[in-house]
């Protein structure tokens, strides 16, 4: 019987890894992605490092469609030959849903039978590894692909994670730089189709969805293996933010902005409890379960305004100035997309995953003092 490896791939992980390395922050929106090329290459890292070939790619993301339903940029992934899309949900409040659950359940039953050698995993959730010690407990090697952070090192993967998997290998930084780039503001005559934004690539005045199934139907040459690829990539942003408000997770759950304020010890540093050290959880999109206790530093407000200006300035490039109104308009409800990426971004820069009441509250209010 012919041995393989396969890939696991977690998208919200990847591509918001991959943003922060090329924007300097976690928003998805703000970077466009040339799939195809980064899938073709993430197959190739996998087959140099194992000596086997590649089995089948499975791509892990949140549908935010009624019915769970693939989105145009989802849908032409799927296409790809060897590509296996398994998609989770977007909750009300903006949570990922059932994406780590799919992971999981997918590791440890291809585990069970053996459906290949090795696998490669490109997530960082600690909530992942109990499955990946399920697939072990059946003779596969089970090895981290993690993305690569500004300076090529690993980034936001659980140290709990690490320990248990069979390896970590980082991403090849090129593999990134030249299939992720940071996103251009659109003009204001800007047509979006079914949801998502145009194709940054695309001719002529033709939706995002049009010009998506066009990339991909007839234009692969190899598959997605380590041979030739289609000159036509799925290219594109990643799909545009929802200009209509929505609630964020604070929001949805009744939180109130009359917080504690931080307790500031003799040494000036702002003691925020025991914390832990970042990670990624598909879960929620922010951190997850780390092993490092933190202190928030004394000048955790200069932190908090450089977060927010940070996000703006990637957001603004992505939108056009009736989205930037509207946006204005709906205040205090910030879209989902940006909130998540402030907490994660904030996170990141301090080094924590349990940002409390008092820090959510304060990133949130530099964002709008930015935005004015």
């Excluded at 190899?222 to 690829?229: D, E, K, L, P």
């Excluded at 964020?248 to 939180?255: M, S």
């Excluded at 959880?281 to 206790?293: E, I, K, L, M, P």
Aim: hydrophobic fraction near 40%.
């Amino acid at each position: 019987m012919r041995s393989y490896c396969a890939l696991y791939v977690d998208a919200g992980y990847l591509l918001a890894s991959a943003a922060t390395r090329v924007t300097g922050t976690s928003l998805r929106g703000g970077v466009t992605v040339v799939y195809r090329d980064l899938i073709a290459a993430l197959v190739r890292q996998a087959e140099s490092e194992s000596g086997l070939p590649v089995l089948r790619v499975n791509w892990y993301d949140a549908s935010s469609k009624p019915g769970g339903e693939p989105d145009a940029y989802q849908n032409a992934i799927g296409m790809l030959p060897r590509v296996k899309l398994r998609l989770g949900r977007m909750s009300p409040g903006g949570e990922q849903k059932g994406v780590d659950l799919r992971i999981g359940l997918d590791l440890a039953t291809q585990g069970r039978n053996r459906v290949a050698d090795v696998m490669y995993l490109v997530s960082g959730d600690d909530d992942l590894t109990e499955a990946v010690e399920e697939a072990q407990s059946n003779g596969v090697q089970v090895v981290l692909l993690a993305a690569p952070n500004a300076q090529g090192q690993a980034h936001a993967v659980s140290r709990h994670l690490q320990r248990e998997a069979d390896g970590i290998v980082v991403i090849d930084p090129l593999t990134i730089d030249r299939a992720v780039t940071a996103r251009k503001a659109p003009t204001e005559s800007t047509v979006v189709a079914d949801g998502v934004g145009p194709d940054a690539d695309a001719a002529g005045s033709a939706g995002a969805a049009a010009a998506v199934v066009g990339a991909v139907s007839g234009s692969v040459a190899g598959g997605v293996s380590g041979g030739a690829v289609g000159a036509a990539g799925v290219d594109g942003p990643t799909p545009r933010m929802p200009v209509a408000p929505r609630p964020t997770p604070a929001d949805f759950a009744g939180r109130k902005a009359t917080l504690p304020a931080l307790h500031k010890p003799a040494d000036g540093r702002v003691g925020a409890g025991p914390t832990t050290s970042l990670v990624y959880s598909s879960t929620t999109g922010v951190g997850s379960v780390g092993s490092v206790d933190h202190d928030y530093p004394a000048d955790v407000d200069r932190v908090v305004d450089e977060v927010a200006a940070g996000v703006i300035e990637t957001w603004s490039k992505t939108i056009t100035e009736a989205e930037r109104r509207t946006v204005l308009a709906e205040r205090p409800s910030i879209p989902r997309e940006l909130d998540k990426a402030l907490l994660m971004d904030l996170s990141d820069r301090l080094g924590v995953y349990d940002i409390d009441e008092r820090l959510r509250f304060m990133i949130r209010q530099s964002f709008w003092r930015h935005l004015d």
